[in-house]
Structure formats: C-alpha cells, structure tokens
Nanobody
C-alpha cells in the first residue's frame, strides 16, 4: 500500500520560515520525481517546486525562486520544502506528489495537504 504523509506547516509571520516534509512508503522512492504544489483559496493548484529522481535536478516557480528550497533524502524516502522569507501570498494548502512513468503508465500519488498561513 502506498502512503504519502505530509507534516509541517502552520502559522508564521511574514519573513518567517517553515519546513514541510513528505514521507512516502510503498514505492521505490528513489525512482520517483517529487513535486510540491500549493492551492490558495479561489485559485488553481500551482506547481511550486520539483526535484527529479537521481541526479536530483530542481526547478522552481518564479514566485518562490530564491526563497524556497526542495530537497530529498532517498534513504528516508522523504522530500522536504524549506520555505524562507515567507510572504502573505504564500498562504495556501501545500501538497506533495510522487510521480513517474513506468512501462508507459503514469503513476502518481498525492499527500493529504497541509495548511501554511502567513499572517501578521
């Protein structure tokens, strides 16, 4: 059984930092690309950051570039999102996703979502 369990998040003041974690089980984690998305109220879900399977290349949305850092620990089967210099507009529910294509079939698994609120 595949499990994707998120932790972290919460309430932080503007300029503060948070770290999100996303732990997986039931998949060969090292072969999956991992992504963080977010969805603010009334808006579509948007891709925030990506880290590929080895070599672990990263990419970021322009809105978070230089402030957020995605990383992975294959031994722990966990992906992280370090969020620094948080802004009011970073408030959203954040989701992680594991995905890969295997034998022509797209496999993807979502975390349950975690609320991040940036407020003074």
């Amino acid at each position: 059984q595949v499990r994707v369990v998120q932790s972290g998040g919460g309430l932080v003041q503007p300029g503060g930092s948070l770290r999100l974690s996303c732990a997986t089980s039931g998949i060969t984690f090292s072969t999956y690309d991992m992504e963080w998305y977010r969805q603010a109220p009334g808006k579509e879900r948007e891709l925030v950051a990506t880290i590929t399977a080895t070599p672990g290349s990263t990419a970021y949305a322009d809105s978070v570039k230089g402030r957020f850092t995605i990383s992975r620990d294959d031994a722990k089967e966990t992906v992280y999102l370090q969020m620094d210099s948080l802004r009011l507009e970073d408030t959203a529910v954040y989701y992680c996703k594991a995905h890969r294509i295997l034998a022509g079939v797209r496999l993807q698994y979502w975390g349950q979502g975690t609320q991040v609120t940036v407020s003074s």
